[in-house]
């Protein structure tokens, strides 16, 4: 359809989508899982990643961090890279499309209005008790998606939540779902056993094992279409994930129009959860865009986590960024960050607005220098 946009499965709603006008919410939010020394990249530090997603969306509302003097960045090995923020507020400008911060519960509040819609930040879902009352972060999400969706085409709704694949990995196997070594990472050298040890240590003690374990062997026996998961949904995220599934679950559940999931295999997560909920629901009115860095990454497997759940149609986007002068980006080819902010989702629905990849590359760079 695009120079620079792959499609898996169908692109019949990207065709219904194209010229419409579309809505982008940033979903923010922290857990203290991100404090685990090596599971996540999605900061300079361990200590500086709980100002992660406040900076990620001051960057794109004020152009500047203001809650720390450390913008949000990937540090490896002497290497630095960007957050994917300067994609997404490259395709804001670019566009001049309508945006809101969605605050799901980020430890740090950033200083930009933004729309609340849990005050808790998620703990350590090591602990078996990872997010309080992820019922109400749900309902209170489908309330703000009726609302948005009442004078927009579409919602293309991406996240900030460092170590988000971990807590991602945690709800998609208490669900029942074959997600080891498969969820992406935001460093070259994917932490995969770490991510492991910790969702079993969490499921040891939420007490879940039994029911994990009823659920792997009921869907080994039944396709994706079938899946009736023992456990419910909420508890499984109140264990072992973060207040962003429920966050941008509800808002799935609750818009009018079609909704572009902007991530990663974060939002393999909420499909997952939405179809735990809704065994029939109908995944053709939304999509799942994301990056190549994160299609083309070795070290996961997002399709064969979608796969699992349903027919979702997935848009990965090419931006080019061995073409750019920057070095920076050009570290996202390398596995670097990969994805973010809802950068792949942003730059889809540039696309779809009829600028060119080239015309989106441009302006990234322009506001990385």
């Not at 209005?113 to 078996?128: A, M, S, V």
């Not at 990056?291 to 070290?299: G, I, Q």
């Not at 960024?321 to 989702?345: D, H, P, R, T, W």
Request: glycine fraction near 8%; aromatic fraction near 6%.
């Amino acid at each position: 359809m695009f120079k620079g946009l792959e499609s898996y499965g169908s692109d019949e709603l990207l065709a219904k989508l194209k010229g419409k006008n579309p809505f982008f919410i940033c979903t923010i939010a922290t857990t203290a899982t991100a404090r685990i020394p090596n599971i996540s990249g999605a900061g300079l530090n361990s200590e500086l990643m709980e100002y992660t997603p406040a900076g990620d969306v001051e960057l794109i509302v004020h152009g500047e961090v203001r809650c720390c003097d450390v913008p949000p960045q990937t540090t490896m090995d002497g290497t630095s890279t960007p957050t994917p923020a300067m994609i997404t507020k490259a395709v804001l400008e670019l566009t001049n499309a309508s945006y809101l911060v969605a605050n799901a519960g980020s430890l740090i509040k950033p200083d930009v209005p933004y729309i609340q819609i849990n005050e808790k930040h998620g703990e350590d879902i090591r602990t078996g008790k990872a997010v309080k009352n992820p019922k109400k972060i749900f309902e209170n999400s489908k309330l703000i998606a009726q609302n948005l969706s009442k004078n927009n085409d579409y919602l293309v709704i991406g996240e900030s939540i460092p170590a988000g694949t971990t807590t991602a990995l945690g709800v998609l196997t208490a669900l029942g779902y074959d997600a080891d070594f498969k969820v992406s990472g935001s460093t070259p050298k994917n932490p995969h056993n770490l991510k492991k040890d910790v969702v079993m240590e969490g499921i040891a003690n939420a007490n879940l094992k039994n029911h994990i374990q009823d659920n792997n062997e009921d869907n080994n026996e039944v396709n994706s279409e079938n899946k009736n998961n023992k456990i419910d949904p909420f508890k499984a995220v109140e264990a072992l994930g973060d207040p962003m599934i429920p966050t941008v679950s509800g808002m799935v559940m609750g818009s009018k129009v079609p909704v572009i999931l902007a991530g990663g295999t974060q939002m393999t997560a909420v499909c997952a959860f939405i179809k735990a909920i809704d065994s029939k629901f109908d995944f053709s009115n939304i999509c799942i865009a994301t990056t190549k860095f994160v299609a083309k990454d070795p070290t996961s497997d997002i399709f064969n986590i979608a796969k699992q759940i349903g027919k979702i149609n997935i848009h990965v986007v090419n931006p080019y960024f061995e073409k750019s002068s920057i070095q920076g980006l050009k570290n996202y080819i390398k596995g670097y960050v990969k994805e973010g902010v809802g950068a792949g989702g942003a730059m889809l629905m540039a696309l779809l607005l009829g600028y060119s990849i080239d015309n989106i590359r441009e302006k990234i760079e322009e506001i990385c220098k």
